[in-house]
Nanobody, 122 residues
Framework: QVQLVESGGGLVQAGGSLRLSCAHS????????MGWFRQAPGKEREFVAT????????DYADSVKGRFTISRDNAKNTAYLQMNSLKPEDTAIYYC???????????????WGQGTQVTVSS
């Protein structure tokens, strides 16, 4: 059973930065593509970024491209989301997820973390 635990959320002013971490249990981390999603109040969960198992391929939502960077350290079983130039509209609960294939769709991910709150003040 895979367990994912996010950390690193918090309150930041617009223009600031945060780095989210996602710790993955088990010995098979590199076999999974990792994704970051977010959900704002009253909205559906949306794709943010994804990275392949070996970290060679990444994909970003247009809304975060150029500001956010997804990465992973397979030796530490951890994925990251570096968020720069944050905007109030980035405020949401951020979730990491694991899938056998890199994908943008929520339904394609098998395992999810509990989420971490990111709040960007104007």
């Amino acid at each position: 059973q895979v367990q994912l635990v996010e950390s690193g959320g918090g309150l930041v002013q617009a223009g600031g930065s945060l780095r989210l971490s996602c710790a993955h249990s088990g010995r098979t981390f590199s076999m999974y593509a990792m994704g970051w999603f977010r959900q704002a109040p009253g909205k559906e969960r949306e794709f943010v970024a994804t990275i392949s198992g070996l970290g060679r391929d990444t994909d970003y939502a247009d809304s975060v491209k150029g500001r956010f960077t997804i990465s992973r350290d397979n030796a530490k079983n951890t994925a990251y989301l570096q968020m720069n130039s944050l905007k109030p509209e980035d405020t949401a609960i951020y979730y990491c997820a694991a899938s056998v294939r890199r994908h943008r769709m929520v339904s394609m991910y098998d395992y999810w973390g509990q989420g971490t709150q990111v709040t960007v003040s104007s």
